[in-house]
């Protein structure tokens, strides 16, 4: 049974930071692009982050230059480090394959809440 679990949220002040972690079960993540994905209320999940096998990174505009992804295959973990961190970044974090990539979803971890205080 695939299982990803997410890990690492908390409050934090703005300008803070905070470390991510994604374990995933039951699959290898280590041939897999992931994404690091965000769900604010009342907005839909969007992509914030994405790691390829290879270790090519993508970022959304909005988080460029503060969030570093990665990941350590023999670990089957995938990471989020986030810094400087805004109140807009205040969402449920979950992880999961890039969609655009692999077409396909895992089942979605219950995800790890990061809160933001300004």
């Known amino acids: 049974q695939v299982q990803l679990v997410e890990s690492g949220g908390g409050l934090v002040q703005a300008g803070g930071s905070l470390r991510l972690s994604c374990a995933a079960s039951g699959t290898s993540l280590s041939a897999k692009t992931m994404g690091w994905y965000r769900q604010a209320p009342g907005k839909q999940r969007e992509l914030v982050a994405d790691i390829a096998s290879g270790g090519n990174t993508n970022y959304a505009d909005s988080v460029k230059g503060r969030f570093t992804i990665s990941r350590d295959n023999a670990k089957n973990t995938v990471y989020l480090q986030m810094n400087s961190l805004k109140p807009e970044d205040t969402a449920v974090y979950y992880c999961?394959?890039?969609?655009?990539?692999?077409?396909?979803?895992?089942?979605w971890g219950q995800g790890t809440q990061v809160t933001v205080s300004s």
């Open positions: 999961n394959l890039k969609f655009a990539i692999s077409l396909v979803l895992l089942p």
